[in-house]
C-alpha cells in the first residue's frame, strides 16, 4: 500500500451462490474503482461455518470473472484470519469496551425490558453487561461459553455521511444495542471481523446494499474504540434488488444465481446489460460488456428506490442471443 491510495473491496460470502442482486452491488464497486482508480481487493468472508457451502467460494470467482469484474489483490480469507480478530477482542476486553454475555438469542428476544429496531429485530437489553468478572466467571457461573458483546457507549451518536444515501445521525445505544462481537464458539462476528480486516487491508471505499446501513455505526464505534479513527472507510449504500413482495432477492423469487444463467447459456453480456440499467445506465442495449460501462456509470444516476425484479422481467432482458 502506498500514502494516498484508495482501495475497495468485493467480498462474497460463500454461504450460496452470487445472485443478480449481489451481481448489481459488485458491478457497481468495480465500476467506481476502475473509474477512479482504487485497488480492488477480493475478500471471501467465510466464518460463517454451518452455512459455508463447499465450493461456493470457487464459484464466486468464476462468477466475477465471467461477468467481466477483475481484482488486483486475493482472494483472501476471513477464516485464515482469526488471531487477528482473537486480538482485537482481547484488546476491547481489556480496555472495558466488551463483555461477556451467555443470553442465547431467544432469552435475549424474549427479555420483558427489550425493544425494537426499527426493522422488528430486538435489541439486547443489557442483561449481562457489568455481571461478571471475567470470560471465566461467566463460563462457571452459567455453564455456557459465553459470546462477547461490545459495550456501546449511553451518549454514543454517529453521524454516518453516505456519498449516496445522504447524511444520517444514530444514537446507537438507543437503537442498535450492543452487539455480538465474537460468538461462543469463539469465532468473529461480521461487525468485528469487517473493521479488522478492512482496517489491515487499507480499505478506504466501501460500497453495498442499504440492508447494511445500520452495521455503519457499529463499525465506527468499532475503529474508535480499537484506536483506528483515521482509518474509517467512506461508504456508499445502494438500494437492493428485491421481489415483487418488497423482500431481498432470495430463492423464493426463483432461481437468479448466475451460475444457473451460465449454464443455460446466457451470454454474460446480456446480464452486464441488465445490470446496467438497474444502475441508472441508459442506452445500453440488449448486450454490453463491463469494461464499456466504465466511462458512462454515475453514482449520482443509480435509482434511490430498490429494483424490484420479477420473471417477466427475466424473460425480456436475459435470455440465449438470438432468442
Not at 35 to 47: A, H, K, M, S
Not at 98 to 116: D, G, I, K, M, N
Not at 181 to 189: E, M
Not at 224 to 247: F, K, N, S, W
Request: charged letters at 30%; a neutral charge.
Amino acid at each position: 500500500m502506498t500514502a494516498g491510495e484508495r482501495r475497495t473491496r468485493l467480498a462474497p460470502s460463500p454461504t450460496g451462490a452470487l445472485h443478480l442482486g449481489n451481481a448489481r452491488t459488485f458491478l457497481a464497486t468495480w465500476l467506481l474503482a476502475r473509474q477512479r482508480g482504487w485497488r480492488v481487493l477480493l475478500r471471501i468472508e467465510d466464518l460463517d461455518g454451518p452455512r459455508v457451502k463447499r465450493g461456493a467460494d470457487h464459484q464466486a470467482l468464476e462468477d466475477l470473472a465471467w461477468l467481466g469484474i477483475d481484482w488486483d489483490e486475493g482472494p483472501v480469507y476471513q477464516s485464515s484470519r482469526g488471531e487477528r480478530y482473537r486480538a482485537a477482542v482481547d484488546e476491547l476486553l481489556r480496555s472495558g469496551r466488551a463483555y461477556p454475555c451467555v443470553c442465547t438469542r431467544r432469552e435475549a428476544q424474549l427479555a420483558a425490558s427489550a425493544p425494537h429496531a426499527d426493522d422488528g429485530s430486538s435489541i439486547y437489553p443489557g442483561t449481562c453487561r457489568d455481571r461478571f468478572r471475567s470470560i471465566d466467571q461467566a463460563r462457571k457461573v452459567s455453564g455456557r461459553e459465553p459470546a462477547i458483546r461490545f459495550k456501546v457507549p449511553e451518549d454514543a451518536l454517529v453521524t454516518v455521511d453516505d456519498e449516496f444515501a445522504g447524511s444520517r445521525s444514530f444514537d446507537v445505544a438507543r437503537e442498535l444495542g450492543d452487539f455480538v462481537i465474537a460468538k461462543s464458539d469463539g469465532t468473529a462476528a461480521y461487525q468485528l471481523a469487517v473493521v479488522v480486516d478492512d482496517s489491515a487491508m487499507g480499505v478506504t471505499d466501501i460500497v453495498r446494499g442499504d440492508d447494511l446501513i445500520d452495521s455503519t455505526p457499529r463499525q465506527i464505534l468499532l475503529y474508535r474504540a480499537l484506536g483506528m479513527e483515521d482509518r474509517i472507510p467512506r461508504y456508499a449504500h445502494l438500494p437492493l434488488v428485491v421481489g415483487t413482495d418488497a423482500r431481498r432477492l432470495a430463492k423464493r423469487h426463483g432461481d437468479t444465481r448466475l451460475a444457473t444463467y451460465r449454464t443455460r447459456g446466457i451470454p454474460a453480456s446480456r446480464v452486464v446489460a441488465m445490470l446496467a440499467r438497474w444502475l441508472g445506465i441508459e442506452d445500453v442495449g440488449d448486450e454490453v460488456h463491463a469494461r464499456e460501462l466504465i466511462g458512462r456509470f454515475d453514482l449520482s444516476r443509480v435509482p434511490r428506490e430498490p429494483i424490484v425484479f420479477d420473471v417477466s422481467t427475466e424473460a425480456k432482458w436475459i435470455r440465449p442471443s438470438g432468442g
